[in-house]
């Protein structure tokens, strides 16, 4: 399966039945494709190391939470490039990706950092929302 949202199949590479059919992913397929797993999990693996480190003052730990913020946030759009297959709309893909990021973090309810003081009703009601709108967006080249 390919990492990114496809408009439709490339050219030779076979659906899941082998068909090789030309079917724009299927909107739970979207879903799962848009979101980045891949940067969120690494922002949890690095928030709970921070928040299990009682060792570091509050500062100090805000600052990394931040730092792992941003490299997520630089980080979604550069791994999906580098994910990206021939004829991958990988632009709708990276934008859609890159504005989920920062309210998964958010849903997260870090204790540092700029997120430290969530609500944790409105980020589960702000992933929620996102979460289903994007399985109306089609991708497009």
Same mark, same amino acid.
């Given at each position: 399966?390919?990492?990114?949202?496809?408009?439709?199949?490339?050219?030779?590479?076979?659906?899941?039945?082998?068909?090789?059919?030309? &079917?724009?992913?299927?909107?739970?397929?979207?879903?799962?494709?848009? !979101?980045?797993?891949?940067? #969120?999990? *690494? @922002? +949890?693996?690095?928030?709970?190391?921070?928040?299990?480190?009682?060792?570091?003052?509050?500062?100090? &730990?805000?600052?990394?939470?931040?730092?792992?913020?941003?490299?997520? !946030?630089?980080?979604?759009? #550069?791994? *999906? @490039? +580098?994910?990206?297959?021939?004829?991958?709309?990988?632009?709708?893909?990276?934008?859609?990706?890159?504005?989920?990021?920062?309210?998964?973090?958010?849903?997260?309810?870090?204790?540092?950092?700029?997120?430290?003081?969530?609500?944790?009703?409105?980020?589960?009601?702000?992933?929620?929302?996102?979460?289903?709108?994007?399985?109306?967006?089609?991708?497009?080249?």
């Amino acid at each position: 399966m390919a990492r990114l949202a496809r408009y439709r199949r490339a050219p030779g590479v076979a659906d899941d039945a082998g068909l090789g059919s030309a &079917a724009v992913d299927k909107p739970i397929d979207r879903v799962a494709k848009y !979101v980045p797993a891949e940067t #969120v999990t *690494l @922002f +949890l693996g690095a928030k709970n190391l921070i928040e299990a480190n009682v060792a570091w003052p509050a500062e100090k &730990a805000a600052i990394w939470m931040n730092i792992c913020f941003v490299i997520g !946030v630089v980080g979604t759009p #550069v791994y *999906l @490039f +580098l994910r990206r297959e021939r004829d991958q709309p990988w632009i709708v893909n990276t934008l859609i990706a890159t504005i989920a990021f920062p309210l998964w973090a958010y849903a997260l309810g870090c204790k540092f950092g700029w997120f430290a003081r969530n609500d944790p009703t409105v980020a589960g009601l702000l992933v929620i929302i996102y979460t289903f709108a994007l399985a109306l967006v089609p991708p497009k080249r």
